[in-house]
């Protein structure tokens, strides 16, 4: 069963920052990589609710950074039509063509 990141929080245990975990079932779990307390909410329990009420909006929630479009590339100059090259393998060719 993956669990996939779903939100920051403090420790119950040392008030430092911590990552929760969501798992397939909607359980919420941490561990603690300062003092090693783990937390551990069933679904759909008063426990998950609480913490689910303290918890930071992840950032896929939070209002999106909009970027400008960049500026539109200016057209590219038309390309002239090929010269007419001057060697000897034009002047052998068009003859052939000629004859």
């Known amino acids: 069963m993956a669990k996939i990141k779903f939100s920051t929080g403090e420790c119950d245990r040392c008030s430092e920052q911590i990552v929760w975990r969501s ?35 992840p950032a896929s929630q939070c209002a999106p950074k909009i970027k ?21 393998w034009d002047d052998l060719t068009k003859q052939k063509v000629a004859e």
């Open 68 to 88: 400008p479009l960049p500026p539109e590339a200016p057209p590219a100059p038309p390309k002239d039509a090929p010269k007419k090259s001057n060697s000897i």
């Open 23 to 57: 798992a397939e079932s909607g359980s919420l779990s941490y561990t603690c990589q300062h003092c090693d307390f783990r937390g551990y909410a069933p679904a759909h329990t008063d426990a998950a609710k609480k913490i689910m009420a303290k918890l930071q909006p």
